[in-house]
């Protein structure tokens, strides 16, 4: 059977995009892409374990599976410093941005301590951190690059490596088709995560 090619998209593809159902316990988000509504994330998310891998192993080993894992995710007008200390109790490096129940983009850590916090402060001097909030940061969910979850199944790490290197991407997300047509937002894939676990220096 030959496996989908591991190419990432632009932005997510028109339609309806979903989590798979959450534990009833577990509160949900939608999540919503070009004014479209396009997934259910659960609320927080559970720190996993991640061990050494070799570049043949296969690359589900490096994502984040947010049917089995939930997903974290913060208040867009939550201050980034406040953002910046429940990712370190969670022990996460990223959690999604929520808006009136719908997740709105990305924020990872390194943005929070630098990245794009620090060239919006360059941008606006009269602007101090204490009055950033995490939306001003979040990478837009339209910007996140989307690989197929079905190229995912069948990768390897090393293809994983080639892509982040090749793009330049930090983090790709992973969208499955459902049975119903629909398309399930299935993971997100770190580049700091995977050089980690491959032992290697970022």
């Not at 496996?3 to 028109?14: D, E, F, G, I, M």
């Not at 989590?19 to 396009?38: K, V």
């Not at 997300?173 to 676990?197: C, F, H, M, P």
């Amino acid at each position: 059977m030959c496996s989908p090619p591991l190419t990432p998209q632009a932005r997510p593809a028109c339609g309806t995009f979903r989590l798979p159902t959450p534990a009833p316990e577990s509160p949900a988000y939608r999540i919503a892409s070009g004014g479209i509504a396009a997934a259910v994330l659960p609320l927080r998310a559970a720190a996993a374990a991640y061990g050494p891998i070799r570049p043949s192993d296969p690359a589900t080993l490096v994502m984040v599976d947010f049917s089995q894992t939930r997903a974290m995710s913060v208040p867009d007008d939550l201050p980034i410093d406040d953002a910046q200390d429940r990712m370190r109790r969670l022990g996460v490096r990223a959690c999604f941005v929520v808006h009136d129940g719908q997740v709105i983009g990305l924020v990872p850590a390194a943005d929070l301590e630098g990245g794009r916090t620090r060239r919006l402060l360059r941008a606006h001097p009269q602007l101090r951190r204490a009055q950033v909030r995490v939306r001003d940061v979040a990478i837009p969910c339209e910007e996140l690059p989307c690989v197929d979850w079905e190229a995912i199944r069948y990768a390897r790490v090393s293809d994983l490596t080639e892509l982040f290197e090749a793009a330049g991407y930090s983090y790709l997300v992973a969208l499955e088709r459902g049975i119903d047509g629909n398309t399930l937002l299935r993971g997100l894939i770190s580049r700091t995560r995977l050089k980690r676990q491959l032992g290697l220096r970022e």
